[in-house]
DNA sequence: CCCTGATTCGC
DNA sequence: GCGAATCAGG
């Protein structure tokens, strides 16, 4: 066995697979994963750069490039310092340190024939069911309760979701995820 | 917060 | 040429 290891060798086959897939619609991080282990989507948003292939899908406009991105100094390295006074409190979470499962692709993983399957979602009012115990008011809002307003401000059927609020947020888990999610693909 | 591609720059 | 780091948008 002599074989070699051709890591990060861009071969013509793996150059056209990469052309391929990406004219097929599939993002970087999917093909990255198909390509093999050792490619991660950067490699693969590179290649398709260096291979002057960055527009796949332009039907009919000049597309103004994105933005010139001012880029004073943005290399890696970070500062070994060894100012490091105080241990910061962040333990490494091994429970999802995985090396690289790649197996979120799954924005087209159902990119397979027959997929049509009517796929109909009505959470119209799917929102927390607050006991009315739980149930808080504007003044009984703290640090650590979710401030996340339910039901109309303008009845008695109004109040707020009062669990536990995360570090990070105002709101729980639950809503914290959904104001962001609302917040930045609403915008514009 | 998640994800996406785009760009820059050190190797 | 390659890809990590970073940025910017959705």
Known sequence: MVSGAQAAGWTDERVELLKKLWMEGLSASQIAGELGEGVTRNAVI???????????????????????APR?????????????????AKPRPAA??????????ATALAMAPAMETELYVAPATQELFIPEDKR???????????????????????YFCG???QESGPYCEFHSRRAYHQMDKKRR
């Open 163 to 165: 669990q536990h609020s």
């Open 72 to 88: 004073p100094a943005a290399r890696r390295v970070v500062s070994p310092s060894a100012g490091m006074s105080h241990v910061s």
């Open 46 to 68: 590179g290649k398709v750069h260096r291979l002057k292939l960055s527009a796949r899908a332009k039907p009919t406009n000049t597309a103004p490039r994105a933005r010139p």
């Open 136 to 158: 808080l008011n504007l003044l009984q809002l703290n640090e650590h309760t979710c401030k996340w307003p339910i039901g109309d401000p303008l009845t008695k059927d109004f």
């Open 96 to 105: 999802s340190s995985m090396p690289r499962p790649q197996v979120m692709g």
